[in-house]
């Protein structure tokens, strides 16, 4: 049988940076043909970039595609053939009553386009809308390379392996298609976006269908961030017995190059993060600094408490774009604890980054005057304990503003879950960087990043979480234990579990009750929040679609 040198080649692209992404291929094009590549595979969606969303609704935007995509391949090197990743039209969508698009991938060579293939199973759960765009795919196909008979997949087509599932999810399984057509080889273009462990379940699948049909197969996956999805990599490849022969870094691009003769010979095998807490981290790294330069930002700022949500944001921030571009920012109050400026100055000295300092005192005052009148004869409540986080929102934004810097926001996960944040206030920001990580994993995380050395200052780690916004004031004066409280949120959010389910599982009903309502009446602020990202199986961004004004919880 005929051999091959495949290339894998993990891009990074920009959503909608056709000529851009273009250009990347091209770069890895050239850069494979120096070490003889036959054959070269990018990502799904390589030359728009994953997801366009509702880019794909502009026909400029698809007949811009179709033409970058022509003369792509007039510019490759000879005897090259790239797999290619765009959305074209669908001719039949008219006649058929079908979706415009396909989700394609092209064989390119430098005389041209050669073959297209479509994706047969669109994903339309959870953060993926495919259906809203594109038509399936009706058939599986092949095409001929040295001899070699290479089956093509996009993504989600090799998701459906019944034996592995132990259910059907599509009526049709492409992988069972192309196994019935003998073909030597199979490869996934893949737009497989980041969350907990995925790794380890994408390769049990993959693993699974390699051997069951005993044909290897070759996955290459997109990385970076896009908006709220962080894309991970860690393109694999593996023989016909189902092993691992290949795999390409988490969180970062390259090009790998895997001779194919019968089967895969072994290659490079970077490891996959040895921790959760390792594998969170370098994804919210990530997320960080490609939502930064990708909105065509270099610095950014947020407000320092001497909190841990604060102190581990500034810290992610810190690895993502340079400790020159992370601007703290203390805003004391007559509420704040001494330790509110101690520990932020302690975290400053400890990451390096700038810091400045504005006591909102005054501006409080000011407020106060001016409210005086009009809230004469009320006790003081919580509009005036927001007022502080709406002062300190405001002058965030007034020097993200002025200065041209991207606005954190540093609230979590249960915090977003429960309301337990101000609008217009602690809520600004244009990114939401730890709002899918509950406060749980907010101190592993912290813990994990201090194990070689200090970090986050240890008097962070051990005090009592707080909003400082009145005199002693705690979050657990008004939440339930983060133990619990995080525990009731992961069954209720992501395992779909009902009230009646949790307080069978033997939590208390009250507090049940509590934290279900809180949900429910807390998604308007939601709303309204930045983007936060992903790396959870089901995070409050475009996969949580729930009413506001309701009554069901
Ligand atoms: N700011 C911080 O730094 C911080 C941090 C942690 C906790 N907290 C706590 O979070 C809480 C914030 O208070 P809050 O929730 O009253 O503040 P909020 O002002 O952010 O939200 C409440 C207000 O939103 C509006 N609203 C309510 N339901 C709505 C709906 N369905 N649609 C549109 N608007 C609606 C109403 O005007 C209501 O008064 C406080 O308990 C505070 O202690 C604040
Ligand atoms: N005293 C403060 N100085 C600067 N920034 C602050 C201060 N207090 C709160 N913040 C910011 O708001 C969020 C949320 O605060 P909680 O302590 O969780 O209520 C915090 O992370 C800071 O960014
Ligand atoms: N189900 C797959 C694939 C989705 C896709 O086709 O983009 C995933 O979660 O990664
Ligand atoms: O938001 P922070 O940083 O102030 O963290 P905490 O809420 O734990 O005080």
Not at 230 to 259: C, K, M, W
Not at 427 to 432: E, H, K, P, S, T
């Amino acid at each position: 049988m005929s051999s091959l040198k495949i290339g894998i080649a993990q891009l990074n692209p920009i959503v909608g940076d056709l000529a851009g992404n273009a250009a990347r291929i091209l770069e890895s094009a050239i850069e494979a043909k120096q070490f003889g590549v036959d054959l070269l595979l990018t990502p799904e969606l390589s030359l728009c970039g994953y997801p366009p969303r509702d880019l794909l609704l502009n026909p400029g935007f698809i007949e811009e595609m179709s033409k970058q995509l022509a003369d792509l391949a007039r510019q490759l090197p000879e005897n090259l053939s790239v797999l290619v990743g765009f959305a074209g039209n669908n001719p039949r969508s008219i006649l058929a009553g079908e979706k415009p698009l396909f989700n394609s991938t092209a064989l390119l060579n430098s005389q041209g386009i050669q073959e297209v293939f479509h994706k047969r199973l669109l994903p339309t759960y959870d953060v993926f809308d495919e259906n809203r765009y594109f038509a399936s795919g009706k058939e599986s196909h092949y095409f001929h390379l040295h001899d070699l008979k290479i089956g093509v997949t996009i993504c989600e087509d090799v998701w459906n392996d019944e034996e592995f599932w132990g259910k059907r999810q599509y009526a049709v399984d492409p992988i069972a298609d192309l196994a019935a057509l003998n073909v030597d080889l199979i490869v996934n273009l893949s737009a497989s976006p980041y969350s907990i462990r995925k790794q380890i379940l994408r390769e049990d699948l993959l693993a699974h269908s390699a051997k069951r049909y005993q044909i290897p197969i070759a996955y290459v996956n997109q990385v970076g961030g896009n908006d709220d999805l962080i894309f991970d990599g860690h393109s694999v490849a593996f023989n016909r017995q189902g092993e691992v022969i290949y795999r390409a870094p988490g969180f970062t691009s390259s090009l790998e190059i895997l001779e194919f003769e019968n089967d895969f010979s072994p290659a490079s095998l970077y490891p996959i993060p040895e921790t959760e807490e390792e594998e969170i981290y370098r994804a919210l790294v990530l997320g960080v600094r490609d939502y930064t330069e990708k909105c065509g930002f270099k610095k950014a700022i947020l407000g320092l408490s001497g909190g841990i949500d604060s102190s581990l944001v500034a810290s992610i921030t810190t690895d993502a774009l340079g400790r020159e571009n992370v601007l703290g920012v203390m805003m004391p109050s007559p509420y704040s604890s001494e330790g509110s400026i101690t520990d932020a100055l302690a975290l400053v000295h400890n990451l390096g980054i700038q810091c400045e300092k504005l006591a909102i005192q005054e501006a409080m005052t000011a407020y106060d005057r001016l409210l005086e009148p009009l809230f004469a004869g009320t006790s003081f409540g919580v509009a005036e304990e927001n007022l502080q986080s709406r002062i300190r929102g405001n002058l965030l934004m007034a020097l993200a503003n002025k200065f041209g810097h991207l606005l954190l926001s540093t609230g979590n996960k249960s915090e977003m879950a429960v309301g337990y944040c101000t609008l217009y206030g602690d809520m600004n920001g244009g990114l939401a960087v730890i709002a899918d990580v509950p406060k749980t994993r907010v101190y592993s995380l912290c813990h994990w990043l201090n194990r070689q050395k200090e970090i986050i200052p240890p008097n962070v780690l051990t005090k009592a979480p707080s909003a400082e916004l009145k005199p002693d004031q705690k979050d657990q004066d008004s939440l339930p234990p983060y133990e619990i409280l995080d525990e009731i949120l992961d069954r209720l959010i992501e395992q779909h579990q009902s009230s009646r389910q949790i307080i069978e599982a033997g939590f208390d009903p009250e507090t049940v009750r509590k934290v279900v309502k809180l949900v429910k009446n807390a998604e308007f602020k939601r709303k309204q929040a930045p983007p936060g990202l992903k790396i959870s199986d089901r995070a409050f961004g475009t996969g949580w679609r729930m009413p506001i004004a309701s009554r069901w919880s």
